[in-house]
């Protein structure tokens, strides 16, 4: 019987714990060298979660037979945290109050807005694989329309993957339940403990959450 661990070389890798995962499959090229595995992380939320997106970023980069790339899809508000998180090879940004806009407009002048707003960040390429992270009908559209082999996470219509589960049990019972974001969205990746600290990989001096955090500071002393 095969261990459920397997060995590759001298190292060994662990399977993975979550529903639709595979972020260790191989994808080898005709000259039977490994390639670059493309994979979408769509966290829509505000800056906060984005930056506890952070570790899950660091663990798939980690991965020891596979060159994982990452691109994070995000609210294009958001693009300037998304930037400076260590290991992000891309940024697709998302006007998601653009896409409010269309949703409430009607007919064809509609459908022709959306054509020419999807022109504006969805990519043509596929993705190896496609994790998102934020429930609720707007953020699974996003995802749904973006292109890629393997999907996982919170799709609207389909069983809710354990990770979101956790997520929502302790939310409603938070006072019983010691909850971090960075667990939950680490659990859709290789599970490689301890979790490290979200990491940047620049100054946050001129960047959005750099003014956002100094206005948080001033106004925090006025109180």
Request: net charge neutral; aromatic share 6%; with cysteine.
């Amino acid at each position: 019987m095969e261990p459920n661990n397997r060995r590759r070389g001298s190292k060994t890798v662990l399977p993975d714990r979550h529903e639709n995962a595979s972020s260790h499959r191989e994808i080898a090229n005709p000259h039977g060298e490994f390639a670059v595995r493309k994979i979408a992380l769509v966290q829509l939320a505000r800056f906060g979660d984005l930056v506890q997106t952070s570790p899950l970023i660091q663990n798939l980069k980690k991965t020891s037979d596979v060159n994982n790339s990452v691109t994070l899809v995000v609210d294009k508000r958001s693009a300037d945290v998304a930037k400076i998180l260590s290991g992000v090879d891309d940024v697709l940004e998302v006007d998601l109050e653009r896409a409010a806009e269309i949703v409430a407009a009607h007919g064809t002048v509609s459908y022709r807005e959306l054509v020419e707003w999807l022109d504006t960040w969805r990519p043509r390429e596929p993705f190896d694989q496609l994790i998102l992270l934020n429930q609720g009908d707007l953020p699974s559209a996003i995802a749904s329309l973006i292109p890629a082999r393997q999907r996982s996470g919170p799709f609207s219509g389909t069983p809710l993957p354990r990770p979101h589960s956790y997520l929502n049990i302790a939310v409603a019972h938070r006072e019983f339940n010691r909850l971090h974001l960075c667990e939950v969205w680490a659990a859709y990746g290789p599970m490689i403990f301890p979790l490290p600290e979200p990491l940047i990989s620049a100054p946050l001096n001129g960047t959005g959450f750099a003014k956002l955090n100094n206005s948080y500071k001033s106004n925090a002393g006025n109180i």
